[in-house]
């Protein structure tokens, strides 16, 4: 069964950074997407950031130039590296596996990020 693992969240002060980290545990194969999404109360979740297999990066305008997806897919992990903090990066933070083996995505169970003085 697979299961994917955040970590790296926590309570950061506006301008400071974090770590997010996701691994899968069991057997998956033929990842083509790793990404990460958020969540904030009240919101719909939205799309933080991606990466394929390939290599190709997607972002979300909000956190373009401030955070950064990179993967190593012979690991089955994906990394977010957040810079420069903003309250409104405050959510719960989602990582999502792609297979080219079923239609449904993987998804973590969620990570705290909160951003706060």
């Known amino acids: 069964q697979v299961q994917l693992v955040e970590s790296g969240g926590g309570l950061v002060q506006p301008g400071g950074s974090l770590r997010l980290s996701c691994v899968a545990s069991?057997?998956?194969?033929?990842?083509?997407?790793m990404g990460w999404y958020r969540q904030a109360p009240g919101q719909q979740r939205e799309l933080v950031a991606s990466?394929?297999?390939?290599?190709?990066?997607n972002y979300a305008d909000s956190v373009k130039g401030r955070f950064t997806i990179s993967r190593d897919f012979a690991k089955n992990t994906v990394y977010l590296q957040m810079n420069s903090l903003k309250p409104d990066d405050t959510a719960v933070y989602y990582c999502?596996?792609?297979?080219?083996?079923?239609?449904?995505?993987?998804w973590g169970q969620g990570t705290q990020v909160t951003v706060s003085s």
């Open positions: 990466i394929t297999s390939g290599g190709s990066t």
């Open positions: 069991g057997s998956i194969f033929s990842i083509y997407r």
């Open positions: 999502n596996f792609q297979t080219t083996l079923r239609p449904a995505p993987y």
